[in-house]
Structure formats: C-alpha cells, structure tokens
C-alpha cells in the first residue's frame, strides 16, 4: 500500500450528472483546477450524441484545447465506433469504454446484449492497436445493476479472464450505482488480484450509500491502486433521486494520504478544484471530509 | 460478522454538540423514536454541570421518564464522583465514564491527570459493584487528540490492559475528533481482540474526516461487534469548525444490514427518528446513506 494511481473522472462523470450545462471553457477550467492539484490521470468528457448528453457536446473541441505537454493522461469516454472515431480525430490518447456485467443495464445503456458490447470493444481494441492509442474499459453494474439486481461475481471474473490480455490498459470495476458493500468488494477485488496482479485493475464507487470511501478501503486492502472518484463529489444517479455522485476525490486522497499512502496529490489544490466545481455546478454535492479539511488546511499554514 | 450491538449516542453526544437546546420533552420523543426502531441501547444524556452544557440540564428528570419495562439498555454519562451519585438516585442503570489516552485531553476535559481520572474511575467501580450498576468507559482520543497529535497504540493498549479485568462492562475506543483511519483501527482493534477477546471491546467513531463509515468496517473485520452512532449523524466537534458529528447510525446499519450482519433494527424507523433529530435541532445534519435510502424504503414498501 505505498502508491495509489487516481482518475478525476469528474468533468465527465460528474458533468453529465448535473442539471446545469458548463460551457467548454467551463470545463477547461476545471480541468485545469483538477491537474494542477497532481491529479495524474483525468476523464475529460466523452464522445456520445450532444442530444442524448447536451453536456457532453463539444468534447472534441475541448480535447483540442488541452494542454499537450503537461504529463496528465486525458482520456474520453467512447460508446461506440462512431465515438471511437471522433475521439481519434480529436486527437484522444485513451479512450474509455464500457462492457456489462448484466444484461438489463447493456440493453438500457447500448441497446445491445452484452455479448454484443464485448465485440464492440474487441472492434475498438484493434482499430486502438493500429492508431496507437490505449483502451481502457469499465465493467458497468460490476456488483449491483438496477434493473436486474445483484451480479454474480462469476460475470465479472469471466469478463475480466476474457479481456485481461486483450491489449486492454486496464479494466475498472464499476459499483453504477453505489450499491456495493465493502465485504463484496473485498471479496472480489481479492479473488481479481490473485488471479491477475493489480495492475491491470481498477475500482470505480459512487457514494450513494454513504460506502464510496470503505469501499476504497476494502479493495486497497486486496492491492487494488488504481481508483477513480469525482472532485467535489459531482455526480449523482439517475435512478436513485437524491443520491449522491462518485466518491469525492478529496475524501479518497484525504484518506490515503492519512494513511500513508503517497497519491502525489496536494489537498489544497484539490479543495480548490472542489470549490470550483461547486460554484460551476451550482448543486455543491461536496465531498464529506471538506468542512474539516478547509480549516484544518488554512492552520497548517499559518504554523 | 453476524451480530452488532449497536448503542445510540445520539441523545448525549449528538445534542450537546448542537446550537439548539432541546427540552426534556423533546429529548425523550427522540429517545423514544430511536428505540422503536429497535436499537437496544442509548446513551440518554449525561449528569454535568447545566452551566457548562445546558444542553443536558435535567437529565435527572429524564431518566426518570424513561420507559422501565421495554427491554432497552438506558446509559448515562458522568463525569465523576458527583454525577455519579445523581445518577445513581436518578435510576441509571448504567453509567459511561471517560478515561484518557493523552493528558492534553484529560487536563482539557475534567482538569485531571490520566492517572488521576483512572483512579477516579476506579472509585466508582467500586461504588457501582456495591450499588448493582455496570460501568462503561470510553478511553477518549484513542487514536489522536487535538492537543498532543496522535496517540501512541501502547498507551490505549496499557489502559485496556489495565481496566479489562476490573469489574467493567465495556471499553470503548473513542476517536473523539473523528481523526482515525481505517488501517491505524484496524491495527489497534486487531491487537486489542487478539488479547482480550471482542465481548468487552467496542468502537465510537465521528464523521469528520469521511471515514466513519469505512473505520466502523475495519474494527468489524478485526471482530469489533459493539458499535456507537448518532442519529442522524447529530453532534459536531468543538474542536474542528464545520465538521460532522458522529457517524450516523443510519449510514452504520445501512451498511451493516447490506453486508448481511443483523443489527435487529428497522432501517424504516430508524430514518423516521433520524427525520425527527433533524427537525427537533434544526441543524439536519443527517446521516450521508439518507438520501437514497428513503425512496428505496418507499419503493420496497410499493412491491
């Protein structure tokens, strides 16, 4: 437990979770606020239908804006080929996309089984190999779907034995909708890294159910480093009214480096980028840890 | 991991922490909304100085009040010999006394030394084994205080070693400012178990940091089976501005319910009192799971 690699995947998960729509330049910014905390790895927006997504459009323009330069890993979500190709002509160096771990949210999210979103990726996964430009993949409802109710651990070890040496970056394990329990996750997490290492695995959790960060702990427990959270907590789920979005960024590297864990993170910053991200949003889900971490911060300096 | 004790502090620690002053009246219809939902032991208030916390001015009163016959496990706090003997007259069945990790806190507190409050705890062992009343003590700033940094394990480990044996109920380890993280809990109560067994052992954890929920999980693993929580996540730290209180009951049985270990309470109750606590202070802290879990109640109560 001694390095920890972190994807903001706020300006894309978060984002397209709120009621308000931030402008490019918005985005930009927050982006920027994000990176010049040390975030290392963040998901910038995705490449899907600017009337399905309205915050979303105009991803490509974004993409073109980023800094080439500064050692980030900017990475955009892609549902399909078109998006793939999109992302590519933008000039995306990762793209992210998505495989099921029940059918019920493959039909919802794709209209397609998912055996047939596993093809889609296995396309994607050669295109990539030619254009030179890395894949990374989410296992959406890896251990609860809405629509079909708990997953069978089984899926998600079968999906991840698949595609493990598929050329794949890594592969996440998504809690969509914030309803994995730390016992499952240390379960599973446990099970994927013995098989597999970790490195080529990661942890996606939403704080729905107030366990975003004992699920962080639970799975860096199994050897699990790479995590994604959202700053500011931005996010929510469409089909929980009221819930909270991915786990906060602030409250994961505040934990970790609490721990001893080095993130190569400064929390000042990162309350800066959360800050921000409240007051672009307007809906300041913040995340839990920051009424502390301010004060606590502010006297730091002052000694 | 298959049963929980779990103790409301809410009444106590929770309402001495909040700006409103609630009467005797209202303390009660909050006492007796957290044990309809099943929860089988409370912390009611404590017998202090009115003047240096109005807030549990007539606890006496109080406990008088209390319902003798419902099963449920009243305790009180007191802070020495004096509040010991009223709430000896009042009724108390139990008492909560403090012991102290770090002399910052001792001296703060009750203007004693470590030793000195020992010696005063053990004065009222003596009294309470001749009076028939149990004794639980919570060992304050087990794992950090705010004035000397982070506690040595050893000293906790010395001070349960010391009271295990003396005729006491419990021992908890209180992470008075809610500074602890998962991996130093889990160390501390991994030991502390391994020596001493977990019957006599139980954990009180804040939310300041976010961690609340994910250190209730790590003491679970090392075989932790007392837990205390507030209602509605009601209390504060006077030591850190804007910070939360205890980690809320609500989110704590959430998850334990979700992980399949049986707490023997109603989560639909337990929200109903958790709604109350809030509107009895008017401050709302609430507890972070609250938001999903009421349109998730409504929606099972629909099926």
Redesign the interface.
Known sequence: ?DKVVFTDVGPRDGLQNQPRILSVDERLSLIAAVAAAGVSHIEVGSFVSPKAVPAMAGTGELVARLPGDDGVHYSALIPNRKGYELARDAGVKTVNMVLYASEGMAQKNVNMSIAEAEQATRDILDMAANDGIEVVAAIATAFCCPFDGPTDPGIVRDIVARFIDSGIRQLVLADTI?AA????VRALTRELVEAHGAAQIGCHFH?????G??N???ALESGIYHFDGSIGGLGGCPF?????GNV?SE?VI??LE???VHTGIDLDALLRASDLAENLTGTAPG???K??????LAKQQEL
């Open positions: 437990m914030g329990n730390p016992l499952q704080d729905t159910r107030a366990m960060v004992a962080v702990f639970a929980a009214p009221g819930a909270s906060a409250d505040m934990m609490q721990m001893g995340g839990r840890a009424a502390w971490l301010g004060p606590w």
